[in-house]
């Protein structure tokens, strides 16, 4: 954010929030705005922009969140606030029965002058505004751009210190346009000024900073002149001639990164320059020494539309999550090795559990004799839901598309790794009858059996962690498989080797490296033990190793 410098700031906004039909419009937006600053309001949802003046306005209130105008509170001191502010509101003003001059004088003798201040104040706004011919026309009968500059001299009338400007150019012609920007610039040296717009390219000249929004988040807080140096046209030169251009020559001049031609305007073409390169000069150069017939050439600064546009796009952290989720799903459920991978698990865990314990002989309360064994047969069925992971990007070129996306690697790798977690979340479940074979035969005790599918589901959530740690360091599927089946292997044996260890080592050292292993930490939740200690450790372990995946594939993609 930027900070204020200049004492007290004009308008204080802080953590903003609005809900509308239950929806979430405005999202916690904070921001200053200094004396005499001109901010410009960019996004493209009018509605929440809309909201955001409202609420400034003191016309209708946050859900949460305050807004303080020179230290006084809208919500609490809302009268007192709204003599500070004037605004000119996106709808048209109208009225079947006033004309311009008996709006303005109804306006001004509302806002507390009376006598000749008032006539003053009505002739001042009209001349600033130049409605000096219509002053007499009925509201109803004017144009939209009339009717806009209406707006706007009520807007003005009382000299306000906040004055709010809610789409100030829709409807005015040409000339109209650049005689209001002229008239906004002289009042940014009278008053602080916010103005919402589409046009950000036309106000350009005017706002110090701009303020983008969307998805009802403040997405930049920036002096206009660093959003236009992330525009792709930054530093572009534009030029039209008579008769075509040679594209080829002025492709292969230094520092230009590409030419677009206008398809609306023949004979138009503008060249994109390289960050951090002028062309400028040898363009001119080239136009020179061709002889070109140029009718107009004009340096880029930068176009405000396509940056608004491309971080209008940018969803906040984590929305595209669901959209990674779904999609590896998707492709797990499309696969037929994961049915296969599942099934082979469930067959082994009922035929190990049944072959090495008398289960149904001993009305067991638990399915410990199942359970068991899942640290070992893990290491089967992770490292292949591991390495299909990464189906999707086997190709180099999808994997070179999907860093150009606009979505953070590390909701890339947890909507890939939920969406595996999900799957043995699957698997598991089909185990269900077990329980049911369990309360039939005897007193199961239900919450150690429920602690035991828990805590199988965070082994595997683990495991799998790893398995997307070591995608960061080969890309080989096969090799994926090997690794991760290795490295399972050592940390599931690591308690049976530190066992063997217990009377050649310090008995704190054993007991230290004992509580790293989770075979150690699942044989404690297995016996129904369940404690928040333990479900922490898997938790951590999880995280642990999806912010190392994240961190790797930065750093090589960087």
């Known amino acids: 954010m930027i900070q204020n410098l200049s004492g007290n700031p004009m308008i204080e906004v802080q953590n903003l929030t609005k809900y509308l039909d239950k929806k979430n419009l405005i999202d916690s937006i904070s921001f200053i705005a200094n004396q005499k600053e001109c901010l410009g309001l960019f996004g493209e949802d009018h509605a929440v922009k809309t ?24 919500q609490t001191q809302t009268f007192k606030a709204r003599k500070l502010v004037g605004y000119q509101l996106d709808q048209d ?18 806002r507390g002058f ?30 939209i751009g009339l009717k806009r500059k209406v707006a ?33 610039q002289s009042l940014t040296q009278e008053m602080t000024v916010i103005i919402a717009s589409r046009d950000c390219d036309a106000l350009s000249e005017l706002c110090t900073r701009a303020l983008v929004i969307a998805g009802g988040r403040l997405v930049a807080d920036t002096p206009l002149p660093d959003l236009q140096r992330d525009s792709r046209h930054f530093q572009a030169v534009t030029l039209t001639a008579e008769t075509p251009l040679d594209l080829l020559a002025l492709a292969v001049l230094p520092g230009v990164a590409g030419i677009e031609e206008h398809r609306h305007a023949p004979g138009t073409v503008t060249v994109l320059a390289m960050p951090g390169h002028a062309i400028y000069p040898h363009i001119n150069t080239l136009i020179a020494n061709r002889h070109w017939k140029i009718n107009s050439l004009k340096l880029e600064p930068g176009r405000l539309k396509d940056v608004v546009h491309h971080l209008s796009r940018e969803a906040p952290p984590l ?9 590896q799903l998707t492709s797990y459920a499309c696969t037929p090795g994961t049915y296969l991978s599942i099934a082979i698990f469930l067959v082994l865990s009922v035929i190990a559990g049944l072959q090495t314990s008398p289960w149904l002989e001993q009305d067991s309360g638990n399915l410990l004799a199942f ?12 490292p292949i839901l591991a390495a299909h992971l990464w189906s999707d990007e086997a190709n180099a070129g999808f994997l070179d598309l999907m860093k150009t996306l606009p979505i953070t690697t590390f909701e890339w790798v947890a909507g890939k790794f939920l969406a595996a977690w999900v799957v043995v979340g699957f698997g598991l479940m089909l185990m269900f009858p077990l329980v049911i074979i369990a309360n039939y035969l005897g007193n199961a005790d239900n919450s150690v059996i429920a602690s035991q599918f828990v805590a199988s589901w965070l082994l595997a959530g683990s495991y799998l962690a790893v398995g997307c740690f070591i995608f960061t ?23 049976a080797l530190l066992d063997a260890l217990e009377h050649h ?26 404690t928040l200690r333990d479900m922490l450790y898997f938790i951590s372990m999880i995280l642990a190793f999806l912010a190392a995946t994240t961190v790797t594939l930065n750093y090589k993609n960087s």
């Open 505 to 530: 080592r310090p008995i704190w050292l054993i007991d230290s490296l004992t509580t790293l292993s989770p075979f150690s930490r699942f044989g404690t939740i297995d016996d129904g033990m369940f």
């Open 114 to 143: 009376h006598g000749n201040e008032k006539r003053a104040r009505v002739e001042e706004a009209a001349t600033r505004l130049e409605l000096w011919p219509i002053l007499s026309a009925p509201l109803n009968a004017l144009s």
């Open 51 to 74: 909201a955001l003046l409202n609420m400034i306005a003191g016309s209708t209130h946050p859900s949460s969140g305050h807004i303080n105008i020179q230290g006084l509170n809208t």
């Open 152 to 184: 706007i001299a009520q807007a003005i009338l009382h000299g306000p210190a906040v004055l709010l400007l809610d789409e100030p150019t829709a409807g005015l012609a040409p000339d109209q346009k650049r005689r209001l920007r002229a008239l906004i």
């Open 319 to 327: 929305k595209l999550l669901p959209v990674i989720f779904k999609r």
């Open 473 to 495: 360091l080969v890309r080989q599927r096969t090799v994926i498989v090997i690794l991760t089946v290795g490295l399972l292997l050592i940390a599931s044996g690591l308690a």
């Open 371 to 382: 359970f068991q064994f899942h640290p070992w047969l893990y290491c089967l069925l992770i």
């Open 93 to 110: 003003v109208d009225h079947p029965m006033m004309s311009v001059k008996e709006f303005l004088t109804y306006i001004a003798a509302i």
